[in-house]
């Protein structure tokens, strides 16, 4: 073994002692995570962190898949509901128009015949 | 093909390691623990038909593959965020820089490192082991990476070229250049191995 090797080998094992170091709560962790990889063993499901996304997705990250559906078709109604008032305003005016238009005519006693 | 218990002696066995490694790379506890878990669940769902033997090579080179998502996501992340991190006030960015500052550093080593059992002893190792983590933290990662797999996980020059994807002569340059640097490192501080 060359003095590489022995140098190296002597700074893991001084390494190893920061294992005992990991706090109670970081071990529990990892314990959980160890459990849950185990019982998804071979299956195909979505994986809940036990870091900080835990936090994110306890349990009710189907909710995002509603709140996003949700969103959408409000989104959707707001488009429609902005389209057709487009719509009734445009014809509205349309209808006003034609009224003046109407009403615009020249009235048949303005120009008498036999001036 | 390995059974259910032995997937949980090879994972019980192997956590504690892993999480250090993920911590080594990238400093941050939570994501360290993601990176864990993404790892164990990556093994358990796609290679649970492979023999118990295959398992730690495996497991590492599906920790290496993780931090190194992790660190491309960073990447990502650190572009999109750069610009706006200039909006950080000052005095904000003092305060940070103090949070920052370890104090165990400042204390000096002594020269024998037989640890005891009484608390003095118990301290020293505790710096010892805080210098040699934050001189792991300043390896480049590719040194770090080789440094650990070789000498802390005990595997062989050919296992680790496999799991870091290169070539065994790198390997050894990259191991030789991380125990130089790890070595004046901790003779700076006092430190004789």
């Known amino acids: 073994m060359n003095d590489e090797e022995l140098t190296g080998k002597k700074i893991a094992k001084l390494l190893n002692h920061s294992l005992n170091e990991i706090d109670q709560d970081t071990t529990e962790k990892l314990k959980a995570a160890r459990k849950t990889a185990l019982e998804k063993l071979g299956s195909s499901e979505s994986i809940i962190h036990s870091g900080k996304n835990i936090l994110e997705r306890r349990g009710f990250y189907w909710l995002k898949n509603i709140t996003l559906t ?6 959707l109604f707001l488009i429609w509901n902005g389209y057709t008032s487009k719509i009734n305003h445009e014809n509205a005016n349309s209808a006003i128009t034609n009224g003046y238009i109407q009403t615009d005519d020249p009235i048949e006693d303005i120009f008498p015949d036999d001036e | 093909m390995a059974t259910k218990t032995e997937f949980s002696n090879f994972l019980k066995k192997t956590e504690l390691r892993a999480y250090k490694q993920a911590l080594f ?7 360290a ?3 864990v878990q993404d790892a164990m669940m990556k093994l358990t769902r796609k290679y649970n038909d492979k023999p118990v033997e295959e398992l730690p090579l495996l497991f590492q080179k599906i920790l290496q593959n993780t931090i190194h998502d992790h660190y491309r996501h960073q990447k990502t992340q650190l572009f999109l965020t750069t610009h ?9 960015r003092n305060e940070n820089d103090l949070h920052d500052y370890d ?3 400042a204390v000096p080593m002594p020269d024998n490192l037989d640890f005891g059992r009484n608390p003095d002893s118990a301290l020293e190792q505790t710096q010892i082991i805080n210098i040699i983590e934050k001189a792991l933290e300043t ?3 590719r040194q770090r990476e080789a440094f650990l797999l070789r000498y802390w996980e005990g595997m062989d020059v050919n296992e680790t070229s496999i799991v870091m994807g290169c070539s ?3 390997v050894k340059t990259h191991c030789f250049r991380a125990v130089t640097a790890l070595a004046s490192i901790l003779q700076e501080r006092g430190i004789r191995l």
């Open chain 2, 139 to 141: 390896l480049p990662s």
């Open chain 2, 168 to 170: 065994e002569g790198s």
């Open chain 2, 33 to 35: 623990l993601d990176i």
């Open chain 2, 103 to 105: 104090y165990l550093e």
């Open chain 1, 70 to 75: 949700f969103l959408s078709m409000i989104i």
């Open chain 2, 25 to 31: 790379a990238v400093r941050n506890e939570q994501d």
């Open chain 2, 84 to 92: 706006f991190s200039s909006f950080t006030s000052y005095q904000k």
